[in-house]
């Protein structure tokens, strides 16, 4: 009888199993990126605006929230929200409202955008 030896057949089969998995977690990786990098959008008759945001790390951030025209500073660590300050000097609020008028508005032209939205759309459907 032949001597067949499987071990070659049992590489290619981890190799194959070795790409399929790190396609799948770059996958994720790369939807997670793209989902999770929207930026909240201050609409003018939402009750919440965001005015300002600004990421500290990978899971903390600091946010600026305007709710029923108050001001309040919130941090975000973990699972946790804290509150911060609440800004009530007149010139202050104005600064921050300025500054978010002028804010640049992202370019909805770029293909990460595009893909977003169209992921977005679909997950809203189901």
């Known amino acids: 009888m ?3 030896s499987y071990i070659g057949s049992l590489f290619k089969m981890l190799l194959a199993l070795a790409v399929v998995l790190a396609m799948m977690v770059g996958t994720v990786y ?3 990126n ?3 990098r929207s930026q909240p ?3 003018g008759g939402d009750v919440i605006n965001i005015l300002a945001v600004r990421s500290l790390g990978p899971r903390s951030s600091i ?3 305007e709710t029923l025209g108050r001001v309040t500073v919130i941090g ?3 699972g946790q929200m804290s509150h911060l300050a609440a800004v009530d000097d007149p010139e202050a609020l104005e600064r921050i409202k ?3 008028r002028k ?3 992202p370019n909805p032209g770029l293909p990460l955008d595009a893909l977003r939205e169209k992921i977005i759309k679909t997950i809203k459907r189901k």
């Open 41 to 43: 959008v201050a609409g």
């Open 34 to 36: 793209v989902l999770g």
């Open 2 to 4: 032949e001597n067949i």
């Open 76 to 78: 975000l660590s973990g």
């Open 30 to 32: 790369l939807l997670k």
């Open 98 to 100: 300025d500054l978010k």
């Open 63 to 65: 946010m600026v929230i």
């Open 103 to 105: 804010a640049p508005v």
